[in-house]
């Protein structure tokens, strides 16, 4: 589940969420992204926050999370390791 492929799938699956609408027009594809980046914006802030305090760190996360967590890691230049 952790490789590049999966990771690939999952980000266009969830990216792809946006376009969905109910019934009555309501974007809730749009609004379940947003809770999602939400929880992802609030997990890698967590880890930034302990970042201070230690030199390493150990995340152990759902693969789902992943595609996302790692841009963010990746933009923040620090050094990471695989999954990241």
Same mark, same amino acid.
């Given at each position: 589940m952790n490789?590049?492929?999966?990771?690939?799938?999952?980000?266009?699956i969830y &990216?792809?969420?946006?376009?969905?609408? %109910?019934?009555?027009?309501?974007?809730? !594809?749009? @609004?379940? +992204?947003?809770k999602w980046?939400?929880?992802?914006?609030?997990?890698?802030?967590?880890? &930034?926050?302990?970042?201070?305090?230690? %030199?390493?760190?150990?995340?152990?996360? !759902?693969? @789902?999370? +992943?595609?996302?967590?790692?841009?963010?890691?990746?933009?923040?230049?620090?050094?990471?390791?695989?999954?990241?």
């Open positions: 490789s590049e492929e999966s990771v690939e799938k999952l980000e266009k &990216l792809s969420s946006v376009t969905i609408t %109910d019934d009555k027009g309501r974007k809730t !594809g749009f @609004d379940f +992204l947003n980046m939400e929880r992802e914006l609030m997990i890698f802030n967590n880890v &930034l926050d302990v970042s201070d305090s230690y %030199d390493r760190i150990l995340l152990i996360i !759902g693969s @789902d999370h +992943l595609w996302m967590l790692r841009r963010l890691f990746e933009g923040k230049w620090l050094e990471s390791y695989q999954p990241f």
